[in-house]
């Protein structure tokens, strides 16, 4: 079945070290999404691929950064993960606007 | 700036009561809408969508119409179960741009009761 798939499910990291998340997607979607979710709020964009072109919404930290390799896949970077980036982070695409999003299961990420 | 605003949770039913979640948004030009839901620990599901006003998006016995003239995409259905129990998300997409980037209400958290 087509679906977009992340990896790891659970990820612990200290606090400071660097983490990558990875989001992988059989769809041939040509957007790419990165949502953080925090307990009990609503998925909130950081940013998004068209195809190559990297979207960064305004209000994103510089900590976080983003890598789209090819179509398949796209990882999320945070360089120096703080205890109040522990959430759950959400990997979705989409072929096209009106169309919806495709979401994967999510990663949660621990910072001790 | 387009929004959606959800009412608050949770919402508390017996099971086979009717479920109303109320949804509505703000946005230029014309958006589509959305419902998604959420099990806990899980992503987000699509659950159904409408993407111009008068449609009904239905699905798993879940309905919702675009109502342009109210801005409003209100959640039903007429008899929940247990195994409804999530937090459901009203999202709108922004289609002034080419990539349709969702915008999210709040959620809302339902839990059904046997």
């Known amino acids: 079945d087509a679906m977009v798939i992340q990896n790891p499910r659970y990820q612990v990291t200290q606090f400071g070290k660097p983490v990558t998340l990875s989001c992988s997607q059989t769809l041939n979607h040509n957007v790419m999404y990165w949502y953080q979710q925090k307990s009990s709020q609503a998925p909130k964009l950081l940013f998004h691929?068209?195809?190559?072109?990297?979207?960064n919404e305004a209000d994103t930290p510089d900590n976080f950064q983003s890598r789209r390799p090819n179509t398949s896949f796209c990882f999320l970077d945070i360089r120096s993960p703080g205890l109040g980036d522990a959430a759950m982070y959400l990997c979705?695409?989409?072929?096209?606007?009106?169309?919806?999003?495709?979401f994967g299961s999510g990663t949660r990420l621990t910072v001790v | 700036g387009n929004s959606v605003t959800q009412m608050e949770g949770p919402v508390t039913l017996s099971e086979e009561a009717f479920l109303t979640i109320n949804c509505t948004y703000t946005?230029?030009?014309?958006?589509?809408l959305f419902w998604y839901v959420q099990y806990p620990g899980e992503g987000l599901q699509l659950l159904l969508k409408a993407t111009k006003a008068d449609d009904k998006g239905s699905n798993k016995g879940f309905e919702a119409t675009y109502r342009k003239e109210t801005t409003s995409f209100h959640l039903e259905k007429g008899s929940v179960q247990v195994s409804d129990s999530a937090v459901y998300f009203c999202?709108?997409?922004?289609?002034?741009?080419?990539?349709?980037?969702?915008?999210f209400g709040q959620g809302t958290t339902l839990q059904v009761k046997p």
């Open positions: 691929y068209y195809d190559k072109d990297f979207n």
């Open positions: 946005a230029t030009g014309y958006p589509s």
């Open positions: 979705a695409t989409s072929a096209a606007q009106g169309y919806g999003y495709t």
């Open positions: 999202a709108l997409s922004d289609n002034s741009s080419n990539t349709g980037k969702l915008i």
